[in-house]
C-alpha cells in the first residue's frame, strides 16, 4: 500500500523530534513561569506521539472532546469565558494593547475559533502548527500593565506565554463550554465530564501548559475555579469593565447581542465579577435569563446536525470518510472560523 506523502511528513516530524522528549527541560511540577520554545516541542511531540490514527487528529469520532466540541451550544458560553478572561489584569491589558478585539469583535472571534478547532478537529500536523501558531502571537505579547488591578500594581510585568495566565485562559473555556452544553443538553454523567477534561489536559499541552500544572481530576478543576474566582489574582479595573461592555454590545460590528444572551452571559457569571463588571442583573434580566435557558433546553435537540454541529465537526467526519467537505459545511466553516477550511493543513513539520 502505498504511504501517503503527509504520513511520510509526520513520520519524519516524529522522528526528528523524539529526541527532544529527552533533552528538553519540560516545567514539570511548575506551575507559573513562562513557557519556553522547548518546552512547547516537547509538549507537542508527546501529545502528538498519543494519536493513534494521524487523519483523525489529536482526540478522533469516539472522544468526548468531538461529542461536546460540536455543539454549536458551546458559543452561549463564549461571553461568560470571554468576561471571566478580562477579569484577569494580565488578559485584558494583553487585549487591548495587542488584538484587535475591540476594533474587530468578529475577526477576533474567527482568529479563536480557527486556531481551537483546528486542535480539536483537525489532523494531527493541523493540531500541532495550530499549537506553534498560538504559541508565537503569545511569545510576542508582553509588557506592562497600565493600571492597578487586583493584586497586581501599576506597572506589573504581563507576558501571555506565562503558566498560570494560561491555565486561567484554559479554564475559562472549558468550564463554560460544559456549563453551555449542560443549558442545551442537560446535566453530563459523571464519567463523561471526567473523561471530557481529562481530554482537555491533552487540548491544554497545545497552549503550552504541562499536565503537572494542571488539577488532576473534574473535582479539583471544579475547586481551581472556585479559589480563583475569589482570588485577588482576578480584579475588573476600568480597562477591563470597558472592554467587557463594547464586547457585550456587539462593538464596532453589525452584529446586535440581544438581551437575552446579555442575561444569561451575567447570569451565569459568579456574582463577584457581575459586580465588578457593573453588569445590571435587575429582575427583567433574571427572567430573560430563565426563559432562554428552558427555551435553549426545549429547542436546542430539535435543530438539524447542519445547524446543531459546527463546520469544523462536519469537515472532519468528511475527510475520515474520503470525501471533501460539502458546501453546507463549508459555509458553517465560514460562519465559526471565517474560513472555507480548517487552516494549517499541509502544514510542513519542525
Do not use: K
Not at 432562554?292 to 429547542?299: D, M
Not at 454541529?309 to 459555509?331: D, E, K
Not at 471565517?338 to 519542525?350: I, K, N, T
Request: aromatic share 10%; net charge positive.
Amino acid at each position: 500500500m502505498q504511504t501517503s506523502s503527509s504520513t511520510v511528513r509526520y513520520q519524519h516530524y516524529l522522528d526528528r523530534c523524539a529526541l527532544m522528549v529527552h533533552m528538553a527541560t519540560l516545567p514539570t511540577g511548575r506551575t507559573e513561569g513562562p513557557v519556553s520554545s522547548a518546552d512547547i516541542e516537547a509538549l507537542l511531540v508527546l501529545a502528538a506521539r498519543r494519536s493513534r490514527d494521524q487523519r483523525a487528529g489529536l482526540f478522533g469520532p469516539e472522544s468526548a472532546s468531538w461529542r461536546i466540541n460540536r455543539e454549536s451550544a458551546v458559543f452561549f458560553g463564549a461571553g461568560r469565558a470571554a468576561l471571566l478572561q478580562l477579569a484577569h489584569p494580565w488578559v485584558a491589558a494583553a487585549l487591548d494593547r495587542h488584538s484587535n478585539v475591540l476594533a474587530r469583535p468578529i475577526e477576533r472571534f474567527h482568529n479563536t475559533f480557527r486556531i481551537v478547532y483546528a486542535m480539536i478537529f483537525g489532523t494531527v500536523e493541523q493540531a500541532v502548527a495550530a499549537a506553534r501558531h498560538l504559541y508565537r502571537l503569545h511569545a510576542a505579547i508582553q509588557g506592562e500593565l497600565p493600571d492597578q488591578a487586583g493584586r497586581w500594581p501599576r506597572g506589573s510585568r504581563y507576558q501571555a506565554n506565562e503558566i498560570a495566565a494560561l491555565r486561567w485562559v484554559f479554564a475559562t473555556l472549558v468550564e463554560s463550554a460544559v456549563m453551555a452544553c449542560e443549558c442545551a443538553l442537560g446535566p453530563m454523567a459523571a464519567g463523561e465530564r471526567e473523561q471530557y477534561y481529562a481530554e482537555c489536559r491533552l487540548l491544554a499541552s497545545l497552549f503550552g501548559l504541562p499536565d503537572s500544572a494542571l488539577p488532576q481530576s473534574w473535582e479539583a478543576f471544579a475547586a481551581y475555579n472556585q479559589a480563583m474566582h475569589s482570588s485577588d489574582e482576578l480584579g475588573v479595573n476600568d480597562l477591563a469593565r470597558t472592554m467587557a461592555h463594547h464586547l457585550l454590545s456587539g462593538g464596532n460590528s453589525w452584529i446586535h447581542i440581544p438581551h437575552w444572551y446579555r442575561a444569561l452571559t451575567t447570569a451565569w457569571l459568579p456574582p463577584r465579577f457581575r459586580h465588578e463588571f457593573a453588569l445590571r442583573f435587575r429582575d427583567e434580566d433574571r427572567r430573560a435569563a430563565e426563559s432562554a435557558s428552558r427555551r435553549i433546553a426545549q429547542l436546542y435537540r430539535r435543530l438539524p446536525a447542519a445547524l446543531r454541529f459546527v463546520g469544523p465537526w462536519h469537515q472532519a467526519q468528511a475527510r475520515l470518510a474520503g470525501r471533501a467537505a460539502g458546501p453546507i459545511t463549508r459555509l458553517s466553516n465560514r460562519f465559526w472560523t471565517g474560513r472555507m477550511l480548517l487552516p494549517f493543513a499541509g502544514a510542513a513539520p519542525h
